[in-house]
């Protein structure tokens, strides 16, 4: 089966520029998270969506990021504008729903350096 | 807030050792998962080890779990210089979110 799909790779913007990563989970995979890891740092929960819906975004910068999975399937994840601290790694990992299916598959990340 | 720490931040061994690493959490579990993540990649899961559950195997890997003293250990046996990697625990915290440790450095040279 295909893993999680993010593009770009890699990314480099100017602080204040906009910038916009995509991910396409696994098939069939109700859950999708996004992580921000920054250098030396374990991955810090984003956002989780069950389905389109948003399940906890309490980590997430609201006033500058924000995230969409409008039809259950793809998600988007927008810095606007960005900030010197934004640069990291962004993960977007999914999960197939269902009572003892706690292992997440995660893409290989976008790596955003904001100069 | 980081609910899991691992310890050592890094280690350095020679193909063929074992590598033992620690992870320490703060509050109650219900599951304890290690990851491991090659440079520039993302992570891959590795096991999960139940609250429930003292000890676990698979293939090379061996992860404990001390529930009294709120922590884990992962031993990698016999390593190889492609389990070069950052290796990180996570638990989930109250709310269901998993929090993840910052991870320990394994650098096996051949």
């Known amino acids: 089966e295909a893993g999680v799909a993010q593009s770009p790779r890699y990314k480099i913007i100017e602080k204040r520029q906009s910038v916009a990563f995509w991910c396409n989970p696994i098939?069939?995979?109700?859950?999708l998270y996004w992580y921000q890891q920054i250098l030396g740092q374990g991955p810090k929960l984003l956002i989780q969506f069950q389905n389109n819906g948003v399940v906890d975004d309490s980590q997430l910068p609201k006033d500058r990021f924000s995230a969409e999975r409008l039809k259950g399937v793809d998600s988007t994840l927008k810095i606007q504008p960005a900030k010197l601290e934004d640069s990291a790694v962004y993960l977007c990992?999914?999960?197939?729903?269902?009572?003892?299916?706690?292992?997440?598959?995660f893409g290989p990340g976008t790596r955003l350096t904001v100069t | 807030s980081q609910q899991g720490e691992e310890d050592p931040q890094a280690l350095s061994i020679q193909e063929g050792e074992n590598a033992t690493m620690n992870c320490s959490y703060k509050t109650s579990i219900n599951n304890l998962q290690w990851y491991r993540q090659n440079s520039g990649r993302g992570l891959v899961h590795l096991i999960l080890i139940r609250s429930n559950e003292r000890e676990k195997h698979s293939g090379r890997l061996r992860v404990t779990l001390d529930t009294s003293k709120k922590s884990s250990s992962l031993l990698i046996t016999a390593s190889r210089a492609a389990d070069t990697a950052s290796y990180f625990c996570a638990t989930r915290d109250q709310g269901g979110k998993l929090i993840f440790g910052q991870g320990t450095e394994l650098s096996v040279k051949p």
């Open positions: 098939s069939g995979h109700a859950t």
């Open positions: 990992a999914s999960r197939k729903a269902g009572t003892g299916n706690y292992e997440q598959y």
